[in-house]
């Protein structure tokens, strides 16, 4: 059975299906420009030609990995969502009681605390480390990277380098200089491949191949979704991604400048985050996109679902649930009468009751809504919905008239702050942050 898209409570409120047409009717337009682009190729994420690489080159590592307890993974945005969500997904139990391994510890940010408290509770000769940067320089990472050498080097000497993974581009940038150098074992992210949309290959791929999750069904569900646009791109108006594309388009032509992503799936919550990084990273540019709200149920009907159903008339959703969930233990004969109802029924009735009633709630209040219904829940389904945000993702931007691949607002935080840390190179920066910092100081003290 397949997964699908229910669109009965899409159109809503001030939203009409008329508002798409226009959007659907530039198919063709879009369709001539997916076979270009995909053969030129810059769209590796929809055809995954690095795929028999990747395989080829996986096979000599997996076996190395899995001697090892810890797996500590350095990267930040797109080189730690997708192996966060991938863990949280399908490797739950390291967060539970009695967990006997593998764990995967990710540093995604500059904290040093947290960064002293992994190094403090890891024993190097039980630890891999996985490096993650696409560009091979992005400081954040750059700098755990040198940290972490210096940290197996004390314990290991010069067999830190057996214990070294580095992900990066395959030519260029500091980190392919440092796999070369140390002959370091690596993986190659490939060209056009920007972080966001690289889960699916080495960056999230290796993490999942650690932790036992079967990486090849997630390929394989996004191969399959990938298929049709390939192979009959001039039918791209019947695709499923196109069709949320018109309606993210057609939304924020409407003012809804929100877009919720509830997920109801709660093993896939942090797909939300996953998905925020892919849709605004992607979308907001030039005064234009809406922004994404991650959500999940049940937890949120209890904090931030009073915004949704009652504040601004901006916001539209993304409901995410899945037919076959585990359904759990069931409630015995003597619950008391007040909860009488509940006797026999399965814990997980609750979360299917109230997900259908917070969909409800949602359209009752107008809030246009598409329901994404899953099959499953396993990897390969993972990997369909993955493929299908990202083309969706691709497709808005193409209709929004903006780039979905580059980012170039991101950019100039980096350069401030490298400029900050003394880095050579960065004049207009240096003068742009002596003008902020002599701007006079406006406190009150709480």
């Known amino acids: ?89 399908f490797a739950p139990a390291q967060d539970g009681p009695g967990c006997q391994g593998p764990w995967l510890w990710i540093a995604d940010n500059v904290c040093a605390e947290r960064f002293e408290a992994l190094l403090g509770g890891l024993r190097p000769e039980e630890t891999v480390v996985v490096c993650v940067s696409k560009s091979g320089g992005t400081i954040e990472t750059v700098s755990q990277y040198l940290l972490v050498r210096d940290w197996l080097k004390a314990s290991l000497g010069d067999a830190w380098r057996d214990q070294m993974i580095l992900v990066t581009d395959a030519r260029k940038g500091y980190l392919r200089e440092e796999a070369q150098k140390y002959a370091l074992a690596s993986l190659e992210v490939p060209d056009y491949l920007g972080g966001r949309y690289s889960a699916l290959s080495a960056v999230g791929l290796l993490p999942a191949a650690f932790l036992g999750i079967d990486w090849q069904a997630l390929l394989d569900g996004a191969a399959a979704v990938a298929a049709p646009l390939l192979e009959r791109p001039a039918d791209l108006a019947a695709h499923p991604s196109f069709a949320l594309a018109c309606w993210a388009k057609a939304l924020e032509d409407a003012g ?68 076959d969930q585990a359904q759990g233990r069931a409630f015995g004969m003597d619950v008391p009468e007040k909860w009488a109802w509940l006797r026999a029924k399965p814990f997980g009735s609750l979360l299917e009751a109230e997900a259908l009633g917070t969909r409800m709630a949602l359209a009752k209040n107008g809030v246009p809504l598409v329901h994404v219904e899953m099959h499953d829940s396993g990897p390969r389904a993972a990997g369909s919905l993955m493929l299908l945000l990202e083309a969706a993702t691709l497709f808005t931007g193409w209709l929004m008239g903006v780039n979905p691949l580059d980012q ?39």
């Open 1 to 89: 059975m397949s997964h699908l898209l229910e669109w009965s409570r899409a159109y809503a409120h001030r939203l009409n299906p008329v508002d798409a047409a226009p959007l659907a009717a530039r198919a063709p337009e879009l369709a001539r420009r997916l076979a270009v682009e995909t053969a030129a190729g810059r769209l590796p994420f929809l055809n995954m030609p690095y795929r028999a690489a990747l395989e080829a080159e996986m096979a000599p590592l997996l076996p190395h990995i899995k001697g090892y307890r810890h797996m500590l993974l350095l990267g930040i945005g797109g080189s730690a969502l997708g192996a966060r969500a991938m863990q949280q997904a």
């Open 256 to 323: 809804y400048d929100q877009l919720i992503f509830f997920c109801y799936i709660p093993q896939w919550a942090a797909y939300g985050d996953w998905f925020a990084q892919l849709w605004a990273e992607s979308l907001g540019k030039e005064g234009q996109g809406s922004q994404p709200v991650p959500a999940t149920g049940v937890t949120d009907q209890h904090s931030i679902n009073q915004m949704f159903l009652n504040g601004p008339r901006n916001k539209a959703c993304l409901f995410l649930t899945c037919r």
């Open 408 to 446: 170039p607002a991101v950019e100039l935080g980096k350069r401030l702050a490298n400029a900050r840390l003394g880095a050579p190179g960065y004049p207009e920066e240096e003068a742009d942050l002596a003008a902020y910092l002599a701007v006079p100081r406006q406190e009150q003290d709480f």
